[in-house]
């Protein structure tokens, strides 16, 4: 089957630097999404991974190894308004393009 | 200005009602999709459409039904059989390259009672 996990929550100081991991397990692998979403509101584009690496992006960068399943997203110098929803996406392709989200990464910034 | 409308924002039915949610987009994208999201949860495929006359089922089509007769629109007609249809719906579109990130609508949040 196809399958995504995050963590649940995290909790970090404005200022600082926040990892949030992302392991997947999926068939027809096509690139990885990182998704921004702030409570009822729909997700915006952060970052797209497909060869393995790091790509950086202002304060937000994201780094992928694809023979490990595995994704984060760094978020430096956070600010408020980086409490959000962070969610991992996997693009597959299986008789079509189609993209699977895990269940998002609550963070919350704290002065 | 282009993008990703649905309407609308918000939505209350009575259980037994079909309820059809709108999605229009400007972009020129020729894929779309709808998911649904349930709090604290991530997003399901319900249904998608990569061309106009065609559309494949998601991860929890049922009780759903679409139509692709335009490319620009991608109406969702959630039926009296969905059992449990409360949720936040959203619309996406993108262009067909593995490459590009999917463009979202505002939202629809579909209430009921």
């Known amino acids: 089957g196809q399958n995504i996990d995050q963590p649940t929550e995290m909790t970090a100081t404005e200022g600082a630097i926040v990892q949030i991991n992302c392991t997947y397990q999926?068939?027809?692998?096509?690139?990885l999404f990182w998704y921004q979403q702030h409570a009822g509101e729909a997700p915006t584009f952060l970052s797209y991974?497909?060869?393995?690496g790091l790509e950086e992006k202002g304060r937000f960068s994201s780094f992928l190894s694809r023979s490990k399943g595995y994704s984060y997203l760094l978020l430096k110098e956070l600010q408020m308004k980086d409490s959000a929803s962070y969610l991992c996406?996997?693009?597959?392709?299986?008789?079509?393009?189609?993209?699977?989200f895990g269940a998002g990464t609550r963070l919350f910034v704290k002065a | 200005d282009g993008g990703i409308t649905q309407s609308p924002k918000y939505l209350f039915r009575k259980e037994g009602q079909n309820v059809t949610l709108s999605c229009e987009q400007n972009l020129n994208h020729d894929a779309m999709y709808w998911y649904r999201q349930d709090p604290g949860q991530g997003l399901r495929l319900i249904y998608y459409?990569?061309?106009?006359?065609?559309?494949q089922k998601g991860d929890i089509a049922e009780g759903y039904s679409v139509s692709r007769e335009k490319k620009e629109s991608f109406p969702l007609t959630v039926t009296s059989a969905q059992k449990n249809p409360t949720a936040f719906y959203l619309c996406?579109?993108?262009?067909?390259?593995?490459?590009?990130?999917?463009?979202f609508g505002p939202g629809t949040r579909l209430t009921v009672l």
């Open positions: 459409s990569q061309i106009v006359n065609d559309f």
């Open positions: 999926t068939s027809g692998f096509n690139g």
């Open positions: 996406a579109s993108q262009t067909e390259t593995s490459y590009n990130e999917q463009f």
């Open positions: 991974n497909v060869l393995d």
């Open positions: 996406a996997v693009r597959v392709l299986t008789g079509g393009f189609k993209t699977i």
